[in-house]
């Protein structure tokens, strides 16, 4: 049994949660070389890499764009929740970064409606429960794969990026724990028997943090899991932390193993100054989802585990990228 606090690290950088986020480097990686200007040409409110794309909106505020995929197996097993998260995830995206959804718009293939009716039935039902309305799509009912991709839009009038951690900065997790898992996937659901008007509420508090000045960085939980999501946060801010397993909130009964690579349907990462901690941390309380400190962000570039007295180096930046291009192929935009 995974107990210790160096068997932790190690399974985590086994996960599939971390690899896929380290894909993202490549990507970038290429797209920068083949773009006319280079990585230069990526440049916007906040460099790529972020929940979503900030684009200034000449008004003070920001426009915000964001867009997930589905993995094949989790569509052929649970079509209609894959709908469903296909929303929910791209609304987390949004409120994240500080801002308020707007609509969205899907791209769906499958072989004749199955299982594009059941996708497209949990996608409905999201757009209900937390108000935010399909506009449109793509569709392809005569693909031997079924996939999904889901877009959406959002506005900000202040942001908070995973551009904005700084060193002697309390690291925050926040996350509902009133739901259960969707087995054997690692995906805790607290929102579709939630009520939506509790969804909508809940999610309100980033941008009221961000508005109200109480916390410039924060990055919703994605499936790289609590621990991969602060590290994203982390590495993009050119920052590290030491981080205590013990203090993470996470279910009863739940293997600390498990809820570290799982995706919860609610939950954030926000990197906030020791004077405003509280606050935060309180906005959260009222609202019944657990919050608490798990750690503190230091100019180490390394990520550090801590629990039952034990401690870990997990992941050194400066010498292993994580989600962000090698140094030298980042140019100005990854500074």
């Given at each position: ?7 932790i ?58 867009i ?11 079509p209609?929740?894959?709908?469903y998260c ?61 996939q999904?991709?889901v877009?959406?839009l ?9 551009f ?10 926040a ?22 008007a ?23 939980i ?5 621990v991969?999501?602060?590290?994203m ?13 013990d203090a ?11 809820w ?9 990462v ?5 004077a405003?901690?509280?606050?935060v ?14 750690g ?8 550090r585990?801590?629990?039952g ?27």
């Open positions: 049994m995974t107990t210790g606090v160096h068997d690290a190690e399974a985590l950088r086994a996960t599939r949660g971390f690899a896929h986020k380290r894909d993202i480097s490549d990507v970038v990686s290429a797209l920068g070389r083949s773009l006319p200007g280079g990585h230069d040409a990526l440049a916007q409110a906040v460099p790529v890499g972020d929940d979503c794309a900030a684009i200034p909106d000449g008004r003070g505020g920001y426009l915000l764009f964001a997930e995929g589905l993995v094949e197996d989790f569509i052929v097993r649970m209609w929740f894959a709908g296909g929303v929910m995830v791209n609304v987390s995206d949004v409120y994240a970064m500080g801002g308020r959804p707007t609509a969205v718009v899907d791209a769906l293939w499958s072989t004749g409606m199955n299982p594009a009716h059941d996708m497209l039935r949990g996608m409905a039902e999201a757009s209900a429960r937390y108000g935010v309305p399909i506009v449109g799509g793509h569709s392809n009912n005569r693909s031997d794969r079924p999904l991709a877009a959406i959002g506005r900000a009038r202040r942001l908070l990026t995973s904005d951690a700084k060193p002697g900065d309390l690291l925050l997790m996350a509902d724990l009133r739901g259960a898992y969707e087995e054997p996937f690692p995906y805790w659901n607290a929102s579709t028997r939630a009520p939506a509790r969804l909508r509420a809940d999610l309100e508090l980033l941008p009221s943090i961000a508005e109200s000045g109480l916390c410039g960085a924060a990055k919703d994605s499936m790289a899991g609590a991969g999501t602060a590290m946060l982390l590495e993009c801010s050119g920052v590290g932390a030491r981080i205590d397993l993470i909130p996470r279910p009863d009964g739940v293997p600390l193993l498990r570290l690579s799982s995706f919860p349907s609610y939950g954030f926000l990197s906030v100054s020791p405003q901690a509280a606050g941390a309180a906005r959260f309380a009222a609202r019944d989802i657990a919050c608490a400190v798990v503190q962000v230091d100019a180490t570039r390394q990520v585990l801590c629990a007295g034990e401690e870990a180096l997990l992941w050194d930046f400066g010498s292993d990228a994580f989600i962000q291009p090698a140094a030298d192929t980042r140019e100005a935009t990854y500074v």
